[in-house]
DNA sequence: TATTGTTATACTCTATAACTATA
DNA sequence: TATAGTTATAGAGTATAACAATA
């Protein structure tokens, strides 16, 4: 338990950093905004899965998902094959094109960090990484609140 | 300098952090979004002020601060007078409702802090807030690399 | 009936550019 | 001419609700 004040400037400090996702935003292709950008990271760090998997991975409502979705299929960087278990699922996979585009936004943002980060060590970074996570996961009544609020059962749980 | 690996989960991280500047959004009054708890927060902090002052604190453009100052002033949370000294600035000064707003908001904030974060201690709170606040110096090029990119006079710089 | 996914609509936040008023 | 601030417009991201197809 810590202190207001301490609260207070954590709540300031997540407002600012919207400038730093803004930075990130500005290197990423014309063609692939942010919301692209997650979908192929997630689909390359986690391979095949439903729309369903991947929205809970994004953290946004499905009817989000499927606008970001649709977007990436369009300029033929995933597939959308339908589920044989279940006609109603579609499971999104990555095409060629779109495991080129992951390697392109991955050494963007390889460069840019190297630059802006570049008195930061590797530990210090990993360190960040492990806040932030730590962070979401405090953040996410599926995991921290079930038995308060049980929107999702414990078998979906990741 | 860190690993490539290091700088492209930063990235993931960094997008998904969105959910958790949503959760915060969610507990605010209505009347009173994000932007508009940025601007009395800053007020509230820093004291009266210029717009031009204030964009460079929210680290956006202009014409923003000036749609979010039009929303606050127009609830009477902070009053905007001639600057004597120069007719084309306006001070931005909060008035006793928007401490009073700024209250309510600090109360929200510590208090879903509070819960979400309980098993944090105040120690580990406070880091979090130190790294973001390292991120968001390394990334603003006023400070970092104003030989290379020189926006700004050293004299403006916070 | 319940669930998966899509689409329509609306709201917030942001940047660029055109504009007014003052320096 | 240059600067402080406002407004119009456009684009990205999000949520809610209504809908279609399937379980």
Redesign the pocket.
């Known amino acids: 338990m810590a202190a207001q004040s301490h609260y207070e400037e954590l709540a300031r400090q997540l ?1 600012a950093i ?2 730093v996702k ?1 930075g990130l ?1 500005r290197i990423l292709p ?1 063609e692939c ?6 979908v192929l990271t997630l689909l390359g760090r986690h391979g095949e899965m ?4 991947l ?1 809970e991975l ?14 990436v299929a369009a300029r033929g960087w995933i597939e ?1 094959d339908p ?1 044989p ?7 999104l996979r990555l095409t060629p094109a779109g495991h080129t585009m992951l390697d392109e936004l991955g050494r963007r943002t390889a460069d840019m960090f190297a630059h802006t980060l570049r008195d930061w060590t590797d530990d210090e970074v990993g360190q960040l990484n492990a806040m932030l996570a730590r962070l979401r996961e405090s953040f996410d009544c599926r995991t921290t609140a079930p038995a308060i609020n049980p929107r999702t059962p414990a078998a979906q749980l990741t």
Chains 1, 2 share one sequence.
């Open positions: 407002s919207g400038a803004r935003g014309a905004p942010a919301g692209s950008a997650a439903r729309m369903s998997r929205a994004l953290d946004v409502d499905m009817s989000v998902t499927s606008r970001h979705v649709a977007h959308r589920d278990l279940d006609k109603r699922s579609r499971i």
